[in-house]
């Protein structure tokens, strides 16, 4: 069964915005996780969170965890084309590891 | 780089038909794991393995089975092939512990007509 739940399920900005994504969860979590999927591709593995950590930056990506709220976010900044994808959250319960449905970027040129 | 490669990009087989997708990962991780993703439901755990020749159901192992006879190799099996298991498979693997990303094969896109 799902954990996470993205939100929104689209979104569609310009080049250069900034992109924000939200994942909330239900349980409590030992990290969460964050995947990029091109279309028709397997995922790839962003970004980890451990629960006891607030933010985490790579590069562009900045993600957010509020166990209190049981939320994460994930900003992608100065967003460029090849940014279009989906992005998944996967909420990982000590070795169960769930994943959303993701949310659909498009990045405008 | 580890690398999990998939039998077929694509595959379309009759109903009924039993259909092998096969998956290889190159980093000698413990844990594999099979997922099918269709539109709105996100990935959904059929099996996973996290050593040789043991197997764990996941969230929909209903018309599926699963071997793993070498710690590289992990393989799906439909054993009747039907309509609504038309989907994308996507394997992993993964290190086993905490705190480990899974690393994604290219997919296998499956059509069951």
């Known amino acids: 069964s799902q954990q996470g739940e993205e939100d929104p399920q689209a979104l569609s900005i310009q080049e250069g915005e900034n992109a924000t994504m939200n994942c909330s969860y239900k349980t409590s979590i030992n990290n969460l996780q964050w995947y990029r999927q091109n279309s028709g591709r397997g995922l790839v593995h962003l970004i980890l969170?451990?629960?006891?950590?607030r933010e985490k930056h790579s590069g562009r990506l900045r993600v957010t965890l509020d166990t209190s709220k049981k939320s994460s976010s994930l900003l992608i900044t100065a967003s460029r084309a090849a940014d279009t994808a989906s992005y998944f959250c996967?909420?990982?319960?000590?070795?169960?590891?769930?994943f959303g449905a993701g949310t659909r970027l498009t990045v405008k040129p | 780089d580890v690398k999990v490669t998939q039998s077929s990009r694509y595959l379309v087989k009759r109903t009924g038909e039993k259909v092998f997708l096969e998956c290889v990962q190159d980093m000698d991780h413990e844990n594999m794991f099979w997922y099918r993703q269709d539109p709105g439901l996100g990935l959904r755990l059929i099996y996973f393995s996290y050593d040789v020749k043991m197997k764990e159901k996941g969230d929909i192992p209903e018309g599926y089975s699963v071997s793993r006879e070498k710690k590289e190799r992990f393989s799906l099996i439909l054993e009747s092939a039907s309509t609504n298991q038309t989907s994308m498979y996507l394997c992993?693997?993964?290190?086993?512990?905490?705190?480990?990303?899974?690393?994604f094969g290219p997919g296998t896109r499956l059509t069951v007509t």
């Open positions: 992993a693997s993964s290190l086993l512990g905490a705190d480990y990303e899974q690393y």
């Open positions: 969170i451990r629960s006891n950590e």
């Open positions: 996967a909420t990982d319960a000590y070795n169960d590891m769930r």
